[in-house]
T-cell receptor, first 116, second 113 residues
Framework: AQSVSQHNHHVILSEAASLELGCNYS??????LFWYVQYPGQHLQLLLKYFSGDPLVKGIKGFEAEFIKSKFSFNLRKPSVQWSDTAEYFCAVNSAVVRAGNMLTFGGGTRLMVKP | NAGVTQTPKFRVLKTGQSMTLLCAQDMNHEYMYWYRQDPGMGLRLIHYSVGEGTTAKGEVPDGYNVSRLKKQNFLLGLESAAPSQTSVYFC????????????FGPGTRLTVL
């Protein structure tokens, strides 16, 4: 069974600080990886995704993530956060082999608060 | 396009009452999903559907039923609500191909007293 761990449950940063959120997954096969963001009171939106190719993936709003296969990790980074990045961030994984349903497995989420 | 919509946005039930949550999508997606979101646990899949007339169980299906009579709609039912079903419920849809990016609705906050 797949599982996703996000070890940082709460992160507090000041504006302009750099961000790195950890994501580790457990799965025996080839995976697709996703980061979703949920702004306060809103639904989940896709930040970025990795299917194959360049392990450094760039997403919206200046976010990027690096897939390190040997470490089963897909950490999210941003060089300089803004107050508007305050949100909850979810890492998710599914199998790269298309199966019925092809469900996503989500991590527990990381709440980021950026202080102005 | 409205994307994925959910009704209602909020609901308070008493233990033992029943209700149905409606999800609608206008993207012609084949796959639809119902999740519940609880603090510290991320999103957990309740049920999903890979096409009109089909449904399947996810990770936490007990106490819930679903139906997909029309491609654009996916209903989640609680026959006898329990306090443990207090949660935020999200619907999602996708075209079902490789990578399977899911598009989410705004959520329904349900409280069971």
């Amino acid at each position: 069974a797949q599982s996703v761990s996000q070890h940082n449950h709460h992160v507090i940063l000041s504006e302009a600080a750099s961000l790195e959120l950890g994501c580790n997954y457990s799965y025996g096969g080839t995976v697709n990886l996703f980061w979703y963001v949920q702004y306060p009171g809103q639904h989940l939106q896709l930040l970025l995704k990795y299917f194959s190719g360049d392990p450094l993936v760039k997403g919206i709003k200046g976010f990027e993530a690096e897939f390190i296969k040997s470490k089963f990790s897909f950490n999210l980074r941003k060089p300089s956060v803004q107050w508007s990045d305050t949100a909850e961030y979810f890492c998710a994984v599914n199998s790269a082999v298309v199966r019925a349903g092809n469900m996503l497995t989500f991590g527990g989420g990381t709440r980021l608060m950026v202080k102005p | 396009n409205a994307g994925v919509t959910q009704t209602p946005k909020f609901r308070v039930l008493k233990t033992g009452q029943s209700m149905t949550l409606l999800c609608a999508q206008d993207m012609n997606h084949e796959y639809m999903y119902w999740y519940r979101q609880d603090p510290g646990m991320g999103l957990r899949l309740i049920h999903y559907s890979v096409g009109e007339g089909t449904t399947a169980k996810g990770e936490v299906p007990d106490g819930y039923n679903v139906s997909r009579l029309k491609k654009q709609n996916f209903l989640l039912g609680l026959e006898s609500a329990a306090p443990s079903q207090t949660s935020v419920y999200f619907c999602a849809s996708s075209w079902g191909g490789r990578g399977n990016e899911q598009f989410f609705g705004p959520g329904t906050r349900l409280t069971v007293l």
